[in-house]
Structures are given as structure tokens and as C-alpha cells.
């Protein structure tokens, strides 16, 4: 049976890339006989019910953007029991490439058509109000999410010159804080650059590079300590500190 797709795509992601994306793969996959429905928003507010109607109709959902447009919907498909797909058109992307979701056209026509569903464990955060949200991939705190609310308000910036200005931007101007991180009943405080929380193996932090992103695991925990400020700048250069991996995904 023909797949039907529901795009969720969000306009601004990638400075502008992702309409430039899904027009022709909306094309590929209705002149392959699927149906296929685009909606553009910006609104995270509006993603649950445009989710709620997908799954309803028996389409795949498909985020169009970056790593936020897919946790914005990752959770309420996720809880509707539906099917999740990607196309990557952000300025991060990672979870799509740790995946090793493809770029081009024809390659992701083919993977959306035909390719088999897998089980993804997500992370849900829990914030010191009581309130949640579900999270594709990881979280960090400390200087890495410095550096994310830098490129959140770096669009006037080419998008290939956002990610560099926000890591030196975060990096000059971070403060260190004390942490407590327990994983398994294992309790360690630290004086922290950067603490990562990730359903993947980690490597690397914060370049992102990564191992294979297993499809049913543990939670890895990664802490990038610091002595001083300038300590903190190598580290988190050279690479964080591996805490522990949860035996428990949650």
C-alpha cells in the first residue's frame, strides 16, 4: 500500500532552506503515487493538533526543519502512536545525521516510499516548575545551550557563519556552574562547562561528532568540567568528561 504524508514544515529553519527542500520532495513522492499534504508553520503551539489530524488520517508525519521542528512533533506523534519521518533542513540537523538521513532528493523519496519503521527512544525533560517536554536526541545545558540561544538570534547572519559566531560567542562569555548528576543511584557534583543528557553515544562534545545512534539504549550523560574559565575553553574544545550511561531509557 502507497504511503500518505503529512509535511510539517517550519519556513524559517535553515535560513529560509526548508520550503527550497520539500517543494521538489513533494513532487518526487505524489508523481510516485503517494499522497501528500504540506502545512508550513512557525508556531510549536500548532504542532499537536496538525499531528492529532495526521495520525488520524492513517499519514506518516514528516518534520521538515531542524532538530527543533522534530521535537516539537516528535512527542505528540510519539504519544498518538503514529509514524515519524525527517527531512533535514535545519542549521544542526544531528539527530537526522546521526541517523544518516540522506540529502538529496531521490535518496529520501526512495527512504520515505519504502523504508522500514524502527523504534526511537526520546528523552522527556522535566523542569524545575513540574512541567515537560519530549526531546528528539539530547540536551545540554551550560555553554552549548549558550550557544544556542546565540544562533536562535543570529538570522541575520549567513547560515554557515551562525553556528561559528554563537560557539565563540558562548565560549567568551559562559559562566560555570555547580552541578549535581546522578545516573543509576551513581551521585557526582561537578563545577560544569557543559552537561549533556543524549539517547546516543557521545563523543567529541560539543562538535557533535557521534557514534551510531542506537535505535533502543540507555541515556548517555556527558559533564565538561572546568577548573577556570580558560579551562573550560579547552575542554569544551577538546571534549567532555563521560559521567555514565543509564541502563534505563527515561
Known amino acids: 500500500m502507497t504511503r500518505s504524508f503529512a509535511f510539517l514544515v517550519n519556513p524559517s529553519s535553515g535560513g529560509g532552506a526548508a520550503p527550497r527542500v520539500v517543494v521538489p520532495l513533494a513532487r518526487a513522492l505524489r508523481e510516485a503515487g503517494a499522497e501528500v499534504e504540506v502545512t508550513y508553520t512557525t508556531s510549536a503551539a500548532e504542532t499537536p493538533d496538525l499531528v492529532a489530524a495526521a495520525v488520524a488520517d492513517g499519514a506518516v508525519v514528516v518534520s521538515v526543519g531542524g532538530d527543533g521542528m522534530l521535537s516539537s512533533v516528535a512527542g505528540s506523534v510519539a504519544a498518538l502512536g503514529g509514524v515519524l519521518a525527517m527531512v533535514p533542513a535545519g542549521r544542526g540537523n544531528d539527530f537526522a545525521r546521526m541517523l544518516e538521513i540522506p540529502h538529496d532528493t531521490a535518496a529520501q523519496?526512495?527512504?520515505?516510499?519504502?523504508?522500514?519503521?524502527?523504534?526511537?527512544?526520546?528523552?522527556?525533560?522535566?523542569?524545575?516548575?513540574?512541567?515537560?517536554?519530549?526531546?528528539?536526541?539530547?540536551?545540554?545545558?551550560?555553554?552549548?545551550?549558550?550557544?544556542?540561544?546565540?544562533?536562535?538570534?543570529?538570522?541575520?547572519?549567513?547560515?554557515?557563519?551562525?553556528?561559528?559566531?554563537?560557539?565563540?560567542?558562548?565560549?567568551?562569555?559562559?559562566?560555570?556552574?555547580?552541578?549535581?548528576?546522578?545516573?543509576?543511584?551513581?551521585?557526582?557534583?561537578?563545577?560544569?562547562?557543559?552537561?549533556?543528557?543524549?539517547?546516543?553515544?557521545?563523543?567529541?562534545?560539543?562538535?557533535?561528532?557521534?557514534?551510531?545512534?542506537?535505535?533502543?539504549?540507555?541515556?548517555?550523560?556527558?559533564?565538561?568540567?572546568?577548573?577556570?574559565?580558560?579551562?573550560?575553553?579547552l575542554r569544551s574544545w577538546r571534549g567532555g568528561r563521560g559521567v555514565g550511561r543509564s541502563r534505563r531509557p527515561g
Open 109 to 233: 523519496a526512495a527512504l520515505l516510499l519504502s523504508g522500514a519503521e524502527r523504534a526511537i527512544d526520546l528523552l522527556r525533560v522535566t523542569q524545575a516548575d513540574g512541567s515537560s517536554y519530549v526531546v528528539a536526541g539530547s540536551v545540554y545545558a551550560g555553554v552549548d545551550a549558550r550557544a544556542a540561544e546565540i544562533v536562535d538570534r543570529s538570522h541575520w547572519l549567513p547560515s554557515t557563519l551562525q553556528y561559528p559566531y554563537a560557539a565563540v560567542r558562548a565560549l567568551a562569555t559562559y559562566r560555570p556552574v555547580e552541578c549535581v548528576v546522578e545516573v543509576d543511584g551513581a551521585r557526582s557534583e561537578h563545577r560544569a562547562a557543559t552537561v549533556v543528557i543524549a539517547m546516543m553515544a557521545l563523543a567529541e562534545i560539543p562538535q557533535g561528532r557521534s557514534s551510531k545512534f542506537p535505535t533502543l539504549g540507555g541515556v548517555t550523560v556527558a559533564v565538561g568540567g572546568c577548573r577556570s574559565r580558560r579551562d573550560g575553553v
